[in-house]
């Protein structure tokens, strides 16, 4: 257990829908980050959180936003779903964004969109 | 730019030998950290083993153990004495110390391990 929450584990829906996924860190951390992995393009950086501020954009496409909380939690919210953005969705935290510290996922949310 | 390269898509190993899984990477930046993962079928990912770009031995967690060349820019995974449970996809992954990048994950491709009876 990697202490990183996220929920739902599964979710379904339809294109043009939106959602939103949980993410609770481990105790103590302070930094979240939001990963997406499809198989044609692997894993890849959406978003970075650290203590609530945003510090660090990646891939991640317009019609999806993301916040961190005063509690340390995260929300990743998906609009206007397409096919494409079916994937598994990651969570991960770590204490700050040091070279040595881990990030330490969650078991992820896999979003199907039929 | 930053770039992992894991030239493997698949290894089979049999149970109870040792299997490297190779990962090189690219980068000018002197500061970095190389991470190795996990990710069985259920999907979790699972942190195994950090070495970091000064670090001057290599990084061991039990069976897993880093072989870091600098030089030739490689961290390859070492697993000894695999198991049937080690049979999963293994993701190296970078860290960057400085610059706009700092705190994500840089992930390669990915390798199939099996491990077979």
């Known amino acids: 257990d990697s202490g990183v929450t996220q929920t739902p584990k599964h979710l379904i829906t339809a294109t043009g829908q939106r959602v939103t996924l949980r993410c609770s860190p481990r105790s103590g951390d302070l930094s979240v980050y939001w990963y997406q992995q499809s198989l044609d393009q692997g894993l890849q950086f959406l978003i970075q959180?650290?203590?609530?501020?945003?510090?660090a954009k990646g891939n991640i496409l317009e019609r999806f936003s993301a916040q961190q909380f005063p509690d340390l939690h995260s929300e990743l919210n998906l609009s206007s779903l397409e096919l494409g953005d079916s994937a598994l969705y990651f969570c991960?935290?770590?204490?700050?964004?040091?070279?040595?510290?881990?990030?330490?996922f969650g078991d992820g949310t896999r979003l199907s969109i039929l | 730019a930053q770039k992992i390269t894991q030239t493997q898509p698949g290894m089979f190993v049999q149970e109870k030998e040792a299997v490297t899984l190779d990962c090189t990477y690219d980068?000018?930046?002197?500061?970095?950290?190389l991470f190795w993962y996990k990710q069985p079928s259920s999907g979790e990912m699972i942190f195994l083993i950090y070495?970091?770009?000064?670090?001057?031995q290599n990084a061991t967690e039990g069976r897993y153990s880093l072989n870091f060349q600098k030089a030739r820019k490689s961290a390859n995974l070492v697993i000894s004495a695999s198991q049937l449970g080690d049979s999963a996809m293994y993701f190296c992954a970078m860290r960057f110390g400085r610059g706009s990048t700092l705190g994500r994950l840089y992930f390669g491709r990915g390798t199939q391990l099996t491990v077979w009876p």
């Open positions: 991960a935290s770590s204490v700050g964004a040091g070279v040595g510290q881990p990030q330490h």
């Open positions: 959180y650290y203590n609530g501020e945003e510090r």
């Open positions: 980068t000018s930046d002197p500061s970095y950290g």
């Open positions: 070495q970091g770009s000064y670090d001057q």
